[in-house]
């Protein structure tokens, strides 16, 4: 399964909610396994400095069914579908909404719940029919609806089980489906909101959606301490001619696409065995076929392979540790280099060796300068500036250009690092990657150092509620004098280069110096300029930098307050 990402079900039940919060208005779309998850999690489109992305997963009871080979009729097993769910959680993290049918009896309902929320999943919608109930859009089946106030009960009865106060149950009204009027639907839907429903799905045949809309307009009018404010939810399958952002004005707040997936693949299966039969070979079908390194690309499994070379032959990290500090002085314990300061009875710098060497990275490379005579911990490879006080950052780091050949990683020595944002950033793409921190105007006055500050070209666009973690986003700016109103992130130094990337980053280095001027970018010259100044540069010159974010995860040890603090922070 791909493992990027992984999600605790107690952050990914809120999302629904926390979406409905900030948007008023989502669309889901049926998912109906891992891949076609996957597909849709990481699905997004750049319209008019915009990304268009479906906000939800559906996971259907009528895709699951028939991905199994059988019809619509609550015949496959609570398990089988929990499997399927379980499969879709484990390689997304969108919010998931579980189409739960009848929901079974009370009690089945009250143990489904718990397993539910056990996965993460958001919602689940139960429709007001009878077990064994016949699928909506079949116009020859006998409809047959609940008594409203027995699916009541069994509302009520999963509000008390559940134990997020995020996880939502949504009931499906089948009035229209069954042939009665609107005022049926809205009478069953005042009982179940106030029975504790979190939200009301009105469901239709029709080919036009006017029964839906004089629903609409009906149900905003209920009582405000049963209806206002609880999400509306349409599925437009029939009546598709409908924009979504009309369904919107409509009033309503949740938009489902729930069955086009498995129907696309459906036709698109059927067209590849026509084509294969009818030419006597496959290469016709080639048209109507992705290349299997796009499914080794979805699935994780490049991912897999970059781990097993880095198995092999570790990325070298590279940490510039030339120059000289006085955080010792400040904390009266004599002059010592800012890494080899003592935490709990182990320096910095051999905690940050140990947790490399764990993560696999034990290409080691520390290039000092100042009191030098003091590195001789093992499994590090010390590179000395001999000119460390005359020269500055970049000087430093070109001592290890051979190193960097192969792509490396340049990071701070000063700073404590949870693993995850390392292998994070290890599994990411893209030639040049840096790992940036949104939270940081939100704790700026209590910063007493420069930062370096970016800004996000994509600092207009809609965003998710998720905890990005997607390389796909990119750095327009990046410097110590951007003013903090227009900056987006904290960048922390911690930056992935590919071989590629390496090599540009090189060349455009050594191509400055060749070309030396009086003033470079935030930098007096290029002999003077900072780590970051290069990467402007590269940047100006149209290179791409990536970033993935975090808003937790990292310290950088700069006084003695952040000191404290990285002594709690290690147990031993």
């Known amino acids: 399964m791909s493992l990027k990402y992984l999600t605790n079900p107690t952050e990914r039940i809120p999302k629904l909610k926390r979406i409905l919060e900030k948007k008023g208005f989502l669309k889901a779309i049926e998912v109906h396994n891992g891949l076609s998850g996957l597909i849709v999690n990481e699905l997004k489109i750049e319209e008019a400095s915009n990304f268009l992305e479906f906000d939800a997963l ?3 009871s009528l895709t699951d069914s028939a991905s199994k080979g059988l019809p ?15 499969q879709i959680a484990r390689v997304t993290d969108k919010p998931i909404i579980f189409d739960g049918d009848t929901g079974g009896d009370i009690s089945q309902f009250e143990y489904l719940i718990p397993r539910l929320e056990n996965m993460g999943v958001s919602a689940i919608i139960i429709e007001d029919k009878v077990f064994p109930k016949r699928n909506s859009l079949d116009g020859e089946s006998n409809q047959i609806l609940e008594d409203p106030k027995k699916f009541a009960e069994k509302i009520k009865a999963g509000k008390d089980i559940q134990k997020s106060r995020d996880f939502m149950i949504i009931a499906r009204l089948e009035s229209l489906i069954a042939g009665k009027d609107v005022d049926d639907a809205i009478k069953r839907a005042e009982i179940y ?18 029964k839906i809309i004089d629903f609409a307009k009906k149900y905003r009018k209920l009582p405000i301490n049963i209806g206002f404010g609880k ?38 299966m059927e067209e590849v065995c026509k084509d294969i039969l009818l030419n ?17 690309e979805k699935v994780g499994y490049t991912v897999l392979t970059k781990k097993d070379k880095l198995r092999e032959k570790p ?120 790992v940036v921190d949104g939270s940081y105007k939100y704790h700026q006055h209590e910063v007493d150092k420069i930062l370096d500050l970016i800004i996000s070209k994509e600092i207009n666009s809609t965003t998710n509620l998720r905890e990005i973690n997607k390389e796909d986003r990119e750095v327009q700016k990046i410097g110590k004098r951007i003013n903090i109103l227009e900056a987006t992130h904290e960048a922390l130094s911690l930056v992935k280069f590919s071989k590629n990337g390496a090599k540009n980053f090189i060349e455009v280095y050594e191509d400055c110096l060749k070309n030396e001027k ?55």
Not at 80 to 86: A, D, H, I, P, V
Not at 237 to 265: C, M, P, Q, W
Not at 317 to 333: F, T, Y
Not at 554 to 566: A, G, M, P
């Open 58 to 60: 559906w996971e259907s």
């Open 72 to 86: 619509d009729v609550e015949l496959v097993s609570i398990d089988s579908r929990l499997f399927t769910t379980e």
């Open 193 to 210: 909101l106030n029975a504790g429903a979190d939200g009301i799905m009105i469901h239709s045949k029709d080919k036009t959606p006017e």
């Open 231 to 268: 999400p509306l939810v349409s599925v437009p399958t029939t009546y598709n001619r409908i924009y979504d952002d009309e369904l919107k004005e409509l009033g309503f707040n949740i938009v489902i696409h729930a069955n086009h997936n498995l129907r696309a693949s459906y036709k698109a």
């Open 280 to 296: 006597n070979r496959s290469s016709e079908a080639d048209k109507l076929c992705v290349p299997v390194k796009d499914i080794f």
């Open 315 to 434: 990325i070298p990290i590279i940490m510039p540790a030339a120059g000289r500090d006085d955080l010792s002085l400040k904390l009266n314990i004599g002059k010592i280099p800012k890494i080899l300061i003592d935490i709990k009875g182990k320096s910095l710098l051999e905690r940050q060796i140990k947790r490399l060497t764990e993560i696999g990275l034990k290409d080691i490379n520390i290039i000092i300068g100042d009191k030098s005579e003091m590195f001789n911990l093992p499994g590090a490879n010390y590179i000395k500036n001999e000119n460390w006080e005359t020269t500055f950052v970049m000087h430093s780091l070109m001592l290890a250009k051979d190193k960097m050949k192969e792509g490396f990683i340049y990071m701070n020595p000063d700073m404590v690092l949870e693993k995850k944002l390392i292998t994070d950033l290890i599994n990411s793409e893209g030639d040049i990657v840096m």
């Open 518 to 572: 009086r003033n470079f970018q935030e930098a007096e010259s290029i002999k003077k300029a900072d780590f970051t100044d290069i990467l402007q540069e590269m940047i100006y010159r149209g290179f791409k930098i990536n970033f993935i974010e975090t808003h937790k995860g990292w310290l950088e040890l700069h006084n003695k307050k952040d000191y404290e603090i990285i002594k709690g922070y290690f147990n031993n």
